[in-house]
């Protein structure tokens, strides 16, 4: 499989560190809080009215708030290893506290799995099996359950996460189920033209950037960065009656490098429903290319079986 090259956004900030020199900026420096809180709300009122052109370019106020449930179909090509790995897939929603979402991999005998979230319950198909009994002799223990609760509990914020991204580009907002707050970071410039970036906090550590065509005023990109994982220690210590190393190394290892930077672009916008969604979905870790989503359709307030967001235990 050839590797996708990904041009590299280089990102200009409109908004000054420093002093705020504009005629707008000097009226807020006389408000109370001073520069910086005026500067805070400067860059929310600029995010409110970039995602209100969006909300606009996507539809309207009107329609995006009369969609309650949305079903999706379509397909997707994930590289794992060296394979191109086609998956076919449902996604359910019913705003704003179901999600889920159905893979099946037709080359592939093994069931369908389902991932999502029925309020503050963790949506997963097949459910992962107990521990059947008492570690086994020289393995590590089984979890505990706590172990098991916060395992539980790490996998939903992820899967809560996803939805976050998805639903950011498809509406333009976000939901109670999520909810996120949005500040005007500047403009990101490259070839294909200009786009207006938003920094997005959440829940947990959530945090990204949010990337809107400047003159369509469509959603074109969400980019994130993984928490970098805590270091593990450097090795096991000597077994006893082991010999003690003979020196230090000379060079330990140092910190482990951050996770690569993570994308999600938004691509070939059609009109469904009134509403324009991006039937063609582009997945990126660093330079490279690891998914490709193309939607077959989407639904618009469509019943959905409740049975889709049954909660297993």
Known sequence: MRIVRLATLVIVLSFACGTLATPVARAFQTREGGPEKAALQ????????????????????????????????????????????????EIAIELPDRYMRKDEIPAQESEPTTVGFNGEELIQYPVPAAPAGPARAGGPPAPTPEQQDAARRTRLANVRQDFARLTL??????????????????????????????DVKGPGNFSARFFVDADKHLPIMISWTAPTPPQRGRGAPPSRGDAPPASAPANPPGPPAPPPESRIYFADYREAGGIQFPFRLRRAVGADTVEETTFDGFKINTKIDPKKFEVRK
């Open 169 to 198: 580009g498809l509406f333009a907002a976000s939901f109670s189920s999520v909810p996120l707050t949005f500040s005007y970071a500047g403009k990101a410039e490259a070839p294909q033209g200009k786009a207006d970036v938003l």
């Open 42 to 89: 400067m860059k929310t009122e600029a995010a409110g009215g970039v995602l209100a052109a969006a909300r606009e370019a996507l539809g309207g106020e009107k329609k995006l708030a009369a969609v309650k449930t949305l079903v999706a179909t379509g397909r997707t090509r994930q590289i794992r290893g060296e394979n191109l790995v086609p998956i076919e897939f």
